[in-house]
């Protein structure tokens, strides 16, 4: 199965930005849709942005739409997901996921570990 691996989480003040990457082994990265996801302790798992296999449609969650974005470079089967004007309330642990794409998202299939973002306020 495919294995996910997120990087490029750190600490950083309000205003900061941050390029979170999400590297994949296998041979078919390609053929599924990609999404970031994030929680805090006590919350429920929280979609923030998702593309398509080739790379089109991306969709974002009101909270961070013309802030982030999200793409990928399937020769490198790497999702990333840029972070501008951070907020403290963009504090979390950050999942890369891939499945098959649904309206307004994915069906996840595959997770990695996940990658800690914490802002400052």
């Known amino acids: 199965q495919m294995q996910l691996l997120e990087s490029g989480g750190g600490l950083v003040q309000t205003g900061d930005s941050l390029r979170l990457s999400c590297a994949a082994s296998?041979?078919?990265?390609?053929?599924?849709?990609a999404a970031w996801f994030r929680q805090v302790p006590g919350k429920e798992r929280e979609f923030v942005a998702s593309?398509?296999?080739?790379?089109?449609?991306?969709y974002y969650a009101d909270s961070v739409k013309d802030r982030f974005t999200i793409s990928r470079d399937n020769a490198k089967n790497t999702v990333y997901l840029q972070m501008d004007d951070l907020k403290a309330e963009d504090t979390g642990v950050y999942y890369c996921?891939?499945?098959?794409?649904?309206?307004?998202?994915?069906?996840?299939?595959?997770w990695g570990q996940g990658t800690q973002v914490t802002v400052s306020s």
């Open positions: 593309i398509s296999y080739t790379g089109g449609s991306p």
């Open positions: 996921a891939t499945g098959p794409k649904k309206v307004g998202g994915i069906n996840p299939r595959y």
């Open positions: 296998g041979r078919f990265f390609h053929a599924y849709s």
